[in-house]
């Protein structure tokens, strides 16, 4: 069960140049999940960009229809132990809090993340399907 990264849910923007690549990933990666990590960065991301809370809400009830449309289920990841992780992950492979946090996530999951950021590349066991070029 591959897990989403964050930069899938803002893909499924039609706007973003990555779209396309979005709609085929939901489509074509077998068992593809969404941990609950990515849905709060991706929350995270919208209130920083200074999005109200109802935009957001909006943004989250537009996202969890897409993914019920393409029946990608959400996982919940979030422990003590994935934050511990989490931390281990940051201080030795030096990914961003988030980044580290979606490794930690997908390493507790299946141990293969759905981007094409190469941050995941230096985690050891954890194994990377890009979103753009498959």
């Known amino acids: 069960m591959p897990v989403a990264d964050t930069e899938l849910l803002f893909a499924l923007n039609p706007k973003d140049p990555k779209h ?14 969404v941990p609950d990590v990515a849905v709060l960065e991706f929350q995270a991301v919208l209130r920083s960009r200074g999005r109200t809370p ?12 897409v993914l019920s449309q393409y029946g990608v289920r959400e996982v ?12 281990m992950i940051e201080e030795t492979y030096g990914l961003s809090y ?18 094409d950021d190469k941050a995941f590349d230096k985690v050891l ?3 990377r399907i890009p979103l753009t070029h498959r």
Do not use: H, P, W
């Open 20 to 33: 396309v690549y979005a709609l085929r990933a939901l489509r074509e990666v077998k068992g593809l999940v």
């Open 54 to 65: 109802a935009q957001v809400k909006t943004a989250l009830l537009a996202l969890g229809q």
């Open 76 to 87: 919940q990841t979030l422990n003590i132990d994935l934050l511990v992780r989490q931390c």
């Open 98 to 115: 988030f980044d580290s946090l979606m490794a930690a996530s997908a390493l507790a999951v299946d141990g293969y993340v759905v981007s």
């Open 125 to 127: 066991g954890l194994k």
